[in-house]
Nanobody, 121 residues
């Protein structure tokens, strides 16, 4: 099991940058697929970025070229570097961890509590 704790969310002006951090517990952090999701009021939670256990990344089209996800397995941490922020990026950002196993349960998923990012125009 893993506990996730996001940090770094704050108010930032449009065009600015922000780096979110997600600290994870657990000795097997390197085995987890890590991702960032976000949710704005009245909207569905949407995928933002993902990084696999092999450090392969994937991004939503809306953030590609602006956001960068990374991980540091020595620190049990995942980051989301957010550049050229837009008002539309305003949301609660959630850290997500997924573990795939060869034993039951074959898949486990965990969520952090979220951190608020507000982009002012």
């Amino acid at each position: 099991q893993v506990q996730l704790e996001e940090s770094g969310g704050r108010l930032v002006q449009a065009g600015g940058s922000l780096r979110l951090s997600c600290a994870a517990s657990g000795r097997t952090f390197s085995s987890y697929f890590m991702a960032w999701f976000r949710q704005a009021p009245g909207k569905e939670r949407e995928f933002v970025a993902q990084i696999s256990s092999d450090a392969i990344t994937s991004y939503a089209g809306s953030v590609k070229g602006r956001f960068t996800i990374s991980r540091d397995n020595t620190k049990n941490a995942v980051y989301l570097q957010m550049n050229s922020l837009k008002f539309e990026d305003t949301a609660v950002y959630y850290c997500n961890a997924v573990l795939f196993r060869t034993t039951t349960p074959r898949r486990s998923e965990y969520w952090g509590q979220g951190t608020q990012v507000t982009v002012s125009s």
